[in-house]
């Protein structure tokens, strides 16, 4: 595999946009199947194609926010955006391989459970272009975007430590994954470097798509004390929020700290304690953006943690968060990316 390029994001876009600027065109969009000998030379002509994993297209997390930045692209630059969204695994392959067969000069596989499936369909179809988010394809047609997030997990977790009341912490995952670990032990991490005797739970559903498994799980942590609870968990996490938004209308004192958007805009700020940023939605435009200029970089894989913006805290957590707590969070975020502070993986 070449050897991985950590670039920071918004460079990338930045780099592409001025390619476009300056007329470059000795690469043009690839038409069908993906092949540059095939180039259209117009935007319009470019197709891009995603399929979700089994949390789906309205899952209020990495789903929803990928389709929502191709609809952003279909709008400004008049190309054609389509998803498929697969209820099971035997979904991934089909689906990925419909998008190869229509022509589609991108496909995008959403989530790290579609990386052996796009494997196979990648290595199938050499001329086809693919990307995927939060899994490496050893593929020289394919484009893979990692996530630090355990950085930013950290950053939510110096929060949740400096304002719980009760000193009961958890988290819900919705797999237990190397991905999903991140998660987990990066906000162990911060809530640990500033409040250690804080008691922290960590629960796993069997998958993105258990709201029910979400709602019971939360309510276990919140009845065993917990007053705040981190969810990483896509569809499953919605009903993390209908448990804290059934308990907030008794009158009792809980949070849920959101994922991957500002999921304080769905669910609302009086139970969204702040939310940790993974900007799929600018990957998402970056990588997509390659192919209409011509320039699309397979066989890359690129890292995006704190340094890059790739990761963060949502803007509107002044809201819930007081400044002596978020200065203490710039601070921590400055300590990662100069590296005096290093955050466990797993």
Request: charged share 20%; proline share 3%.
């Amino acid at each position: 595999m070449k050897k991985a390029v950590k670039l920071s994001l918004f460079m990338l876009l930045a780099f592409s946009l001025v390619l476009a600027a300056c007329g470059n065109n000795s690469s043009k969009p690839a038409a069908s199947g993906g092949s540059e000998g095939e180039a259209s030379g117009t935007a319009s002509s470019v197709k891009i194609g995603m399929v979700t994993d089994t949390g789906g297209v309205n899952d209020k997390s990495f789903n929803q926010t990928s389709w929502e930045a191709l609809q952003a692209l279909q709008k400004d630059k008049g190309i054609k955006v389509e998803y498929l969204q697969s209820k099971s695994e035997a979904d991934y392959q089909p689906n990925l391989n419909q998008f190869v067969k229509d022509g589609y000069n991108l496909t995008w596989g959403i989530g790290f459970a579609l990386q052996s499936a796009l494997t196979d369909i990648a290595k199938q179809n050499p001329d086809s272009n693919f990307a995927i988010i939060d899994a490496a394809v050893d593929a020289p047609n394919v484009e893979s975007v990692l996530f630090s997030e355990n950085e930013g997990s950290f950053l939510v977790g110096v929060i949740a430590g400096k304002m719980t009341k009760s000193n009961k912490i958890g988290f819900v995952g919705g797999m237990d994954s190397p991905t999903i670990k991140k998660f987990e032990v990066g906000f162990k991490a911060g809530i640990q470097a500033v409040n250690p005797d804080a008691q922290f739970t960590a629960v796993y559903a069997s998958g993105f798509d258990k709201p029910d498994e979400g709602k019971a799980a939360a309510a276990t942590l919140y009845n065993d004390g917990a007053d705040i609870i981190f969810q990483a968990a896509g569809g499953t996490g919605t009903g993390v929020f209908n448990e804290a938004l059934d308990r907030k209308s008794q009158g009792q004192s809980v949070w849920v700290i959101g994922v991957d958007k500002d999921q304080s805009l769905e669910f609302g700020d009086d139970v969204t304690l702040t939310s940790m940023m993974k900007r799929v939605d600018v990957a998402i435009k970056t990588v997509s953006q390659q192919v209409i200029d011509g320039t699309f970089k397979g066989g890359t894989t690129t890292t995006l943690g704190l340094k890059d913006d790739g990761v963060g805290v949502a803007d509107t957590s002044s809201k819930n968060v007081p400044q002596d707590v978020l200065d203490l969070v710039q601070s921590y975020k400055e300590k990662i990316v100069s590296g005096e502070v290093k955050v466990p993986a797993e």
